[in-house]
């Protein structure tokens, strides 16, 4: 004998009735999503006419927790695979999800603003994640207002483009670093400084140009260069063998980040010059290979690790996560004095 069917109203008789996809009828019930207003009144109608609720199970995996954060790194596979950067960002992370059965789901889209937002939507669609962190602000950053939009807390790693709801965590005085490398140079007798930064639409780009150029104007000196890399390596050999073939080539280089500084050095060697005897170098992030390197890198160390931590509490405070310790402070990037730098010739 068959099985008498159920008379209980399902998503799927309403999606029927208003002409869409169950999918559609779920993200307009849910506040999620972009429709057109004439599909979003069809859909309640529907809703209203069947007298249709989510059933309770269904309500309450939806605000179930994953105990899961999304991390989207929006960089080329060559340069992630050559920066340990994000490695020590998400061991800070790592320290402080594990302990309290929290996982980190690492999504790597490239640098495609389509694909980046895909990711986004599709953690949130799919209730993947309790929240995100986010890295690398910026500029017309629209992530802030996409995941507002999905409702889907998160914060940010770095210095925000404008003001947002939306958490910062940085160091609490993150131009010390940029002033202490410039003033450094300027104390060996150096007056052809140069900057190679990372690509132009950072949000750190701008700024730490901004207190490089100040810092030396209180010298009465301007810059020698100031040139732009996308972080990877041969980008960076180009714009510093260029420099360097320059009449007013600098004698000393600082650059947006350690990889790209001993990138730097590597072209310098090619191109006939000494470090640090024809060109200091200073890179920045104090990442474990510059003390390995000969001469070893002078540095603006950053403590990737405790900003990872710092933002994995400061989200897990968003989530109402009971015995959270206090948010600790970051210290201010420090300069770290090594050996490829020296006394201007």
Do not use: C
């Amino acid at each position: 004998m068959a099985q008498r069917k159920s008379n209980r109203t399902t998503i799927s008789d309403v999606a029927a009735l208003a002409g869409v996809s169950v999918s559609a009828v779920s993200k307009i019930v849910n506040g999620k999503g972009s429709f057109p207003e004439p599909t979003r009144e069809r859909v309640l109608w529907a809703v209203s006419q069947l007298k249709w609720s989510p059933s309770a199970a269904a309500v309450a995996l939806r605000g179930a927790k994953t105990r899961a954060i999304g991390m989207v790194a929006s960089r080329a596979p060559d340069v992630l695979n050559t920066d340990p950067h994000f490695a020590l960002l998400i061991a800070g992370i790592e320290s402080e999800l594990a302990p309290r059965d929290y996982g980190l789901l690492l999504h790597i889209v490239g640098e495609h603003s389509a694909a980046e937002e895909r990711a986004y939507r599709r953690l949130a669609d799919e209730r993947r994640v309790d929240g995100v962190i986010l890295t690398e602000s910026r500029i017309n950053d629209h992530r802030f207002s996409l995941l507002r939009g999905l409702r889907l807390p998160a914060v940010l790693v770095g210095t925000p483009w404008q003001q947002d709801p939306i958490p910062t965590v940085q160091a609490a005085d993150q131009d010390q670093g940029m002033k202490d490398a410039v003033e450094h140079l300027v104390a060996l007798g150096h007056r052809r400084v140069a900057y190679v930064s990372g690509p132009e639409d950072r949000v750190h780009t701008g700024h730490r140009r901004l207190v490089f150029t100040e810092t030396l104007e209180r010298h009465g000196l301007f810059p020698s260069h100031m040139l732009t890399s996308d972080f990877a390596a041969h980008t960076t050999d180009q714009v510093v063998e260029q420099a360097l073939r320059a009449e007013n080539a600098p004698t000393a280089i600082v650059f947006a980040n350690d990889m790209m500084a001993l990138a730097g050095i590597s072209a310098a060697r090619r191109a006939g010059r000494d470090v640090p005897g024809d060109l200091s170098v200073i890179g920045h992030d104090d990442l474990p290979i510059g003390q390995l390197m000969h001469p070893r890198l002078t540095t603006i160390r950053q403590d990737l690790e405790r900003l990872g931590r710092v933002a994995a509490l400061s989200l897990l405070q968003q989530l109402g996560e009971e015995e959270i310790p206090p948010v600790p402070t970051v210290v201010p990037p420090q300069l770290i004095v090594r050996e490829s730098t020296a006394q201007a010739r």
